[in-house]
């Protein structure tokens, strides 16, 4: 009986402890759960951050790029170099480099066309030059077959007579084709008249004609 006694007295005092170890385990916190959450939460921070981080990046590379566009159209463009009292030393704002250019543009356009104009012209020149020189070449092949043509020399005057009539002829032409109201009217006119009755195939016919005219009256 006294042993029994002893047992169950220990009995009793470890079902205490066990029940107290139980409480006390009970009421400390959950540390792990509350890392988790805690690390969860710093890694969704960063996460914002870095976003907002890489927008800022792109919006920063994005202003440069066009900093640099217009930078770069105020180093090409000669206009944009020049200075404008209006404005004074500030520095030109965006709408003004832009409008610039495009003034710019538009003049590199019409010096463009002006240069086509320009060589299209050059190009009837080296053709009527081409033609004269077929004519030439065909005047001293005739007097290489022909050496004796010379015998048949004509005088100063009927010379005169040539270049009297073609004058004669243009002058009607021109007379006919030029306006005087003003200078500028005067100008366009005379340009118009020589790219039309000036023509080395309208020059040769009329030399034509008033050769024609001089042999009728010599022979």
């Not at 020189?133 to 005739?142: D, G, R």
Request: net charge neutral; hydrophobic share 30%.
């Amino acid at each position: 009986p006294a042993l029994f006694m002893e047992n169950s007295r220990k009995g009793s005092i470890v079902s205490r402890a066990n029940s107290i170890g139980s409480t006390s385990a009970s009421s400390v916190p959950n540390t792990d759960d509350e890392d988790s959450d805690y690390h969860q939460e710093t890694y969704k921070e960063s996460y914002k951050d870095r976003r907002r981080r890489a927008h800022t990046q792109a919006e920063r590379k994005r202003r440069d790029a066009i900093k640099k566009g217009y930078d770069d159209l105020q180093a090409i463009v000669p206009t944009c170099e020049q200075q404008d009292f209006s404005i004074g030393s500030q520095k030109l704002s965006k709408a003004i480099v832009l409008q610039k250019t495009i003034d710019y543009i538009q003049f590199l356009h019409k010096e463009k066309k002006k240069q086509e104009e320009e060589v299209s012209t050059l190009r009837k020149d080296v053709m009527a030059l081409k033609i004269m020189k077929v004519n030439y070449e065909q005047i001293v092949k005739a007097h290489q077959d022909n050496p004796n043509e010379g015998k048949d020399q004509v005088s100063d005057e009927v010379k005169f007579n040539v270049f009297q009539g073609l004058m004669d002829s243009l002058f009607q032409s021109f007379n006919a084709s030029i306006s005087v109201t003003s200078f500028q009217e005067l100008s366009a006119c005379v340009f118009s008249w020589i790219e039309e009755h000036c023509k080395p195939q309208a020059l040769r016919d009329i030399v034509i004609g008033v050769l024609h005219q001089l042999k009728s009256q010599l022979y």
